[in-house]
């Protein structure tokens, strides 16, 4: 019994030692979670570390510790960690879930920090709003995005038709890429039961006029009864309600359909994988008598509450969003900088091919929510898109249901 | 006087014994329990999260739940997927295992690969599953084909309401046979050669051996393997969740994923609570009726 008494008094000590050897050593040790993947050497995960890494050989106050946690497990995770306060110093969110994180006081407010900072009229106001609840600040947009129509020239040239600008041409040359006998359909685009099925749908229903007040509105009915119609004529493949946006582009890598709806964050793996393809962007088409439009994605990085020291934090938020890393970050990662100078600062976003059309399209890109309760909206949403395409109700008595529920969110 | 000492000094030994097991049970299932039982006579939700505002609205969060459409339809298709699962699994495992217990070569190697089944991970086999049932390109519909067998056009194994469940009930036959089969055949090596020979030398024919003897002898083993198969199955989650998140429309929901979804993605962590306890319900009533079976068994 003795023995093991000085065994843990051995460890403990062994323990706190290590902790004073930080302290000895003057830096500040921080922890944060993120879900970037790191597959490749180009992936954003892989640039994002080695970002943290120059910051933590540039200075000697503060040292940052970064973790991978799967998205699905670091969501989990905070609403854990707000119950029982163990949480990172420093997380990533996905824009559109960041205003339940803040409600539930997983982020602190940095309101102050930010202001003294100077710089926060440089971020483009789409993006900073996710951050914003009742006028107060609770971290920076990091990376944002924004969907096009990623199409195959050569199957196009082949067919004879010219890149679809609205709704009937879409509709038309979706029907005139399709070919069964190879098993290719014209269009894909995720409508997979969670937060990627509600951010494709948003192009089609903000084009032809649709309101979140007002789900069951004359311009969200005409949206997903068309997105059905393509799925009527054969042209788009039922098996997209189980489609998440990677699963579009694997299809539209190996060919199996002819265009995609999708981000920035493809373009990458399209090049890699298909070095042969000859591939374009548009913007998504817009509804005959209506006007384009896109979703904006991205994820924000905030300061939890449970962080040990937020100034240090703050340190590392300031040189994680300075113009310089973020230009650099986003060129490298196929993303768009949420700062107007690093946009500005880069030729990229003017002359790429690619690229230049996803900027054009940014500003046509709208928000999600911000709403405190937005995963219930995006539900709502994402089942009246299933309930029509797996024939269980038509558009509009869906989109009444739909309705219903968000309206019980909003009013309150 | 030292007697009663003794014994007392045994019974604080004994203590000291299983003191880690009772505060390991404690600490990783008792302490949850009753948070998770607090919660569900709460309004916790994201909006009154941060202050701590929820308060105790009685029994408001299972009333709405047995109103909710939804978790009726889940309670329906946890019932009917278990029992679905459960006779398949029981019916094949045993034919399975009366096969395996006939003494040929290889019958035991054979034995042990069938085992791999059981033996993976689950979010593994969901995911290779989710593919195989793919309507266009997956292997089932591709060998449907080949053999001739697909009439009009291919079935849409996870996107159809009509068809997803039997696809999640097929993959969790394809874990659970083997787990039937083992167990049973554990149970079948137990009983003596002597009895079947005796049988014999009376005149017994095969079936009569198989319901006289065998399956009477078995009971202990059934028993277990359909109490178990129930447990196991009526909680099932990583599978679905895998394969088919509860879609499409609702056709594959389980209580676990309908409490799954309420806490984690829609915040309404009350509700989540409450269908949880009530998931805990079913599966304590079936746990102390199979104690109560074993101990009566036992008892014999």
Redesign the interface.
């Given at each position: 019994m003795k023995k093991l008494v000085v065994l843990f008094l051995a460890l403990s000590l062994l323990l706190s030692m290590t902790a004073f050897g930080v302290a000895a050593e003057g830096k500040v040790e921080l922890s944060l979670w993120h879900y970037f993947g790191t597959d490749y050497e180009y992936s954003d995960g892989s640039i994002f570390q080695k970002d943290i890494d120059n910051f933590n050989a540039m200075q000697d106050k503060v040292h940052i510790t970064y973790e991978f946690v799967a998205r699905e497990d670091l969501?989990?995770q905070y609403?854990m960690g707000?119950m029982s306060g163990e949480l990172p110093d420093i997380g990533m969110v996905d824009n559109p879930d960041m205003a339940?994180y803040i409600?539930?006081?997983v982020f602190a407010d940095i309101t102050d920090q930010l202001n003294a900072w100077g710089q926060l009229d440089q971020f483009f106001p789409g993006p900073l709003s996710s951050c914003t609840q009742d006028g107060r600040i609770y971290g920076l947009p990091h990376n944002s995005n924004c969907l096009c129509l990623f199409y195959d020239v050569d199957m196009l040239e082949a067919a004879g038709q010219k890149v679809p600008e609205t709704w009937s041409e879409l509709r038309e040359v979706a029907k005139a890429l399709t070919d069964p006998s190879v098993?290719r359909y014209g269009l894909a685009i995720s409508a997979v039961?969670?937060e990627e099925g509600t951010f494709q749908f948003m192009p089609w229903f903000i084009s032809a006029g649709g309101k979140l007040e007002e789900l069951n509105g004359q311009g969200c009915v005409e949206a997903l009864t068309f997105l059905n119609d393509l799925i009527l004529d054969g042209s788009m493949?039922?098996?997209i309600?189980?489609f998440s946006q990677g699963d579009c582009n694997n299809q539209f890598i190996s060919g199996?359909v002819a265009m995609q709806v999708n981000g920035p964050w493809n373009v990458a793996s399209v090049k890699e994988l298909a070095p042969d393809k000859n591939w374009a962007v548009a913007l998504v088409p817009r509804a005959d008598n209506g006007v384009h439009a896109s979703v904006l994605g991205g994820e924000n990085f905030g300061i939890t509450t449970a962080c040990k020291d937020v100034d240090a934090a703050f340190e590392f938020l300031k040189y994680l969003m300075s113009k310089e890393v973020s230009a650099d970050f986003c060129e490298v990662a196929g993303k768009f900088s949420p700062r107007a100078d690093s946009t500005a600062s880069k030729d990229i976003w003017v002359v790429d091919p690619i690229f230049s059309v996803f900027a054009d399209n940014m500003q046509y890109a709208m928000p999600r929510g911000p709403h405190?309760?937005w995963?219930?909206i995006s539900?709502a949403i994402s089942?009246a898109e299933?309930?029509v395409f797996?024939g269980?109700k038509d558009a509009q008595t869906a989109l009444n249901d739909a309705a219903a529920t968000v309206k019980s969110i909003l009013g309150? | 006087m030292q007697k009663l000492l003794m014994r007392k000094r045994d019974q604080l030994t004994g203590l000291v014994f299983v003191l880690p097991a009772i505060l390991y049970m404690l600490v990783l299932m008792v302490y949850p329990l009753v948070y998770n039982f607090i919660l569900s006579f709460r309004n916790l939700t994201v909006m009154n999260f941060k202050n701590n505002a929820a308060v105790f609205i009685g029994f408001e969060n299972y009333l709405n739940i047995f109103r909710d459409k939804d978790f009726q339809q889940a309670l329906l298709q946890t019932l009917w997927f278990t029992l679905a699962c459960i006779t398949v699994q029981f019916s094949i495992g045993f034919v399975l295992a009366v096969f395996f217990n006939a003494k040929f070569h290889l019958a035991k190697p054979v034995r042990g690969m069938m085992l791999v089944a059981w033996m993976m991970p689950i979010s593994v086999t969901g995911l290779l599953f989710k593919y195989m049932f793919l309507t266009e390109g997956g292997v089932i519909n591709e060998l449907l084909k080949v053999f001739g067998l697909m009439f009009g056009s291919p079935p849409g194994w996870l996107i159809d309401p009509k068809l997803a469940m039997w696809a999640v009930i097929i993959t969790n036959c394809w874990i659970g046979i083997p787990f039937n089969m083992l167990l049973l055949t554990t149970g079948m090596s137990n009983i003596s050669a002597d009895i079947y020979e005796s049988a014999a030398i009376d005149g017994c024919t095969v079936f009569q051996k198989f319901f006289l003897i065998t399956v009477p002898m078995l009971k202990a083993s059934i028993l277990s393997v359909l109490m178990l198969g129930f447990i196991y199955t009526f909680k099932v989650f990583d599978l679905i969740f895998m394969m088919t998140k509860g879609g499409p429309l609702n056709a594959t929901e389980v209580v676990s994923t309908y409490s799954y979804r309420q806490s984690f993605t829609l915040f309404n962590f009350s509700v989540g609570s409450a269908s949880a306890i009530i998931l805990f319900v079913c599966l304590m009533t079936v746990g102390v009726f199979y104690l109560r079976m074993i101990q009566k068994d036992e008892a014999m």
């Open positions: 969501l989990r609403q707000a339940s409600q539930m006081g098993g039961k969670n493949p039922k098996d309600v189980n199996n405190p309760r995963p219930e539900t089942v299933h309930e797996l269980a309150k | -």
